[in-house]
Every structure is written in structure tokens, then in C-alpha cells.
């Protein structure tokens, strides 16, 4: 069961007469201000990518009056040389809509080159952007790259096309497929209205959606996004998905964990995204797992470690004048391979869950533990939720998920 939310005394006074708990003073239709409407946290790097064109599809959750879009070089080993750059609206397959495309610039620019570990965000343009709207982005790399920045479970069809030049093409000639997610990391939008913020979902590969149906938009993060845009009262909310399967708090990724930890991707993936005013946090369960798989004393963390890593993040949260949802880990018995649910696991996650409900360090508790269990095993994911794997979710699965937050979180 969810827990109300919890504000806690004088630290909300403060927050509240700065201006972070309530929407800004200004009128709606005065009110404006970048959020980011979509994201995909880089965590690690690819094989090496031919001179090419890429062209990949996004779902953005709020709408805006124009948009921005950040490439990430963030795993390169060399500049990273965008010739051209576009965003269109998509058709079928790697087609896009006639009419529709518009070039990005980069600081007046039509391309730009990116330093090793830094990235770059285009100039706005001026595109209406509609809620929950697909846009296809297109990247020109007239010198290929030889450790390309990446997403790895994009769960969303990739199309590549060798040659020249065609981030315009109606369609990309003799492409191939991929499903990870390349250099895009974040797409922002000027979004109208008070409501507008930033809601950034911190977590793992139950945030990343796998287990989910493959270019249908179906991670919790989409279910919410549409829930968040019934309600007029957070229409304006756009919300970032930043998990990485894989992914722990503590540690960074060592196979077969992924990407940089939790805590060391923070200001990065949560902190510095325009707009941000609330995050999830859905982690811990990789921390838990690597006590079976890796050999190192710091890879074997206790449940109180564990602990002290979420505490960590959400004061670092509420330093920022960020609110945080804390979300209880998920059942997985009967899952298997290299990590397997065995009971020293099962024992270091309720302990954990039993202290997101009751350590009273997050504004409020999401239960996702409680909403996805079979009641006849209540260390198991219900069957009608289960994907297959006994760890993660199905689209039904997700769903509920997503219908567990409570808008009212999001509003004054």
C-alpha cells in the first residue's frame, strides 16, 4: 500500500516559500519553461559505428511550443563529429512524414564536434510538439565513431543507413536494424503553464522496460506519462526515464552489471535535467544480486549499505529542493541464471522494503512490492504480470504500476 505524502515540517516551510514545492506565481499562459519530455541515460559504448546516418524513434511524454535535443559523447574516445542533424515525425518503418522534417542547429551551426565525455544540446526550434507525439531523429556521422555512446536496451527499432548524408530522406535506403539507443540522450521542451516540471524516474531494468512489448511504448514511465496528461493539473509534467538495466546503486557496472552508478549518475541524470522537480527512485535489486555473482567484498553489500546509498540520494534530492519517491523492490522469486533470487537475496530485500516504508526518508512510498505480488506468494510477481523471466513485469505489469502513483503528489 502506498504511504501519503509525508513533507516534513520547517524543511517544507523553507521549500515552499522558495518556491519549490508550489507551481510559479505567473499565469498560465504567461508561464513557460524548458522540461525535458524524454530521455535515455547513456551507459556505455558501442561497437564501432561506419560513416552513416541514424535515424531513431522517441515518444515524448509532455508537449511544447519547440524543442531541444542533447547528444552525449560521454563513453567516446575521440571527438565525435555530428555532420547533420533532424527531427521529423515518423511514418512506418524508417519512413517520415512528408513535410514534417526540420534541421537542428548547433550554436548557429548545422553540425557540431563533441569532446570525449561532454555532450551538446542544439539550438531550440521552433516545432510544435504535441503530448505523447513519436519524433524521429535523424544524425549524420560523416566520420563514423569508433566507440559510440549508447543505451543499450533501447526497446525501440533503430534504423541505419551507410553513405551519405540522409537524415532528410523520406526513407533511409538499404538500412539495417539495431534496438539500442545512439548519442540521443535527452529531448526538452518549452512547455506552457504552471504545471510544467520535470518528473525523472532513477532505476534499473524495471525502469528501462524490459520485459515489455518492443516499438509500443509500454515501460511504467510511458503508462504514467499518459496518465499524467488526463489531468490538466500535470499536462505540463514531462517525465525522463533514466534507468539503466544493470544498473546499482553503490557500484558502477562490471559484467554483468551496467553503466555508472546510481549515485555517481545523479547530477548528470537527475539533478541537471531542466524542469526537475520530483524523481522516483526503483533501485537496489542489482546491489542485492551481486553478492552471487561478483567476488569483491564492496560487490557483496549489506542490505544496511544498500540502505545508506538511498539515503544518500534522496538527501542529495532534497539538498537540490527536488521531492523523492521512494519504490519498494519487486518479488522475483523463481527468477534465474547468474542472478538467481536466493534467499540471503530475498532476506537483504525485505529488509530494504520494510525500510523504504517505515525509515521516513522520501516525501512519499511507492509499494510497487505490494501492487505486483501474488497474494498466494508474495514473493513472486503475480502470474497476469509477469513477463516470462519471474523478474520483470509484462505491459499489464507496467501499467499497474504506473496507476499505483498518486497524482496528487505532483500538485501543491
Not at 242 to 250: E, F, M, P, V
Request: aromatic residues 4%; negative net charge; hydrophobic residues 45%.
Amino acid at each position: 500500500m502506498t504511504m501519503p505524502l509525508m513533507l516534513r515540517g520547517a524543511a517544507a516551510l523553507l521549500f515552499a516559500a522558495a518556491g519549490l514545492l508550489l507551481a510559479p506565481q505567473a499565469s498560465a499562459a504567461e508561464a513557460v519553461s524548458w522540461i525535458t519530455t524524454w530521455s535515455a541515460a547513456p551507459d556505455q559504448a558501442g561497437p564501432a559505428l561506419r560513416p552513416q546516418t541514424i535515424r531513431q524513434i522517441m515518444r515524448v511524454s509532455a508537449g511544447g511550443q519547440q524543442v531541444r535535443v542533447r547528444l552525449s559523447n560521454l563513453f567516446g574516445i575521440a571527438p565525435l563529429t555530428i555532420g547533420a542533424a533532424h527531427v521529423a515525425l515518423p511514418a512506418e518503418g524508417s519512413a517520415i512524414q512528408t513535410g514534417t522534417d526540420r534541421a537542428l542547429s548547433f550554436a548557429g551551426k548545422p553540425g557540431v564536434t563533441i569532446a570525449p565525455g561532454e555532450s551538446a544540446l542544439s539550438d531550440a526550434l521552433p516545432m510544435a510538439v504535441a503530448p505523447l507525439q513519436s519524433l524521429a531523429v535523424s544524425l549524420y556521422l560523416p566520420q563514423g565513431s569508433e566507440a559510440p555512446t549508447l543505451h543499450g536496451i533501447g526497446t525501440q527499432t533503430v534504423h541505419f543507413s551507410d553513405g551519405v548524408d540522409a537524415t532528410s530522406a523520406s526513407t533511409l535506403p538499404r538500412h539495417e536494424l539495431d534496438d539500442s539507443r545512439y548519442f540521443v540522450t535527452d529531448i526538452e521542451a518549452l512547455a506552457p503553464g504552471q504545471s510544467a516540471g520535470t518528473l525523472v524516474a532513477l532505476g534499473d531494468s524495471v525502469t528501462d522496460g524490459v520485459g515489455s512489448t518492443p516499438d509500443q511504448s509500454r515501460r511504467w514511465t510511458d503508462a504514467l506519462a499518459e496518465r499524467l496528461q488526463g489531468v490538466p493539473a500535470t499536462a505540463g509534467i514531462g517525465v525522463a526515464n533514466a534507468g539503466i538495466a544493470g544498473n546499482r546503486i553503490l557500484r558502477d557496472g562490471i559484467d554483468p552489471y551496467i553503466g555508472p552508478s546510481a549515485l555517481s549518475r545523479l547530477e548528470g541524470d537527475v539533478m541537471s535535467k531542466p524542469g526537475v522537480r520530483w524523481v522516483i527512485l526503483l533501485e537496489g535489486i542489482n546491489d542485492i544480486t551481486a553478492a552471487s555473482v561478483l567476488p569483491l567484498p564492496e560487490d557483496q553489500p549489506s542490505a544496511q549499505r544498500i540502505i545508506e546509498g538511498m539515503k544518500a540520494i534522496a538527501e542529495r534530492a532534497h539538498a537540490g529542493g527536488v521531492k523523492i519517491v521512494g519504490a519498494t523492490l519487486l518479488p522475483r522469486a523463481g527468477a534465474t541464471g547468474v542472478r538467481a533470487q536466493t534467499p540471503q537475496a530475498e532476506a537483504k530485500r525485505l529488509a530494504v522494503n520494510e525500510w523504504i516504508r517505515n525509515g521516513r526518508a522520501f516525501d512519499a512510498v511507492l509499494d510497487f512490492d505490494r501492487v505486483l505480488q501474488d497474494p498466494d506468494q508474495p514473493d513472486r510477481l503475480r502470474p497476469d504480470f509477469d513477463s516470462g523471466d519471474h523478474g520483470h513485469p509484462n505491459d499489464a505489469g507496467y501499467r499497474a504500476m504506473a496507476a499505483a502513483f498518486k497524482l496528487e503528489w505532483l500538485t501543491p
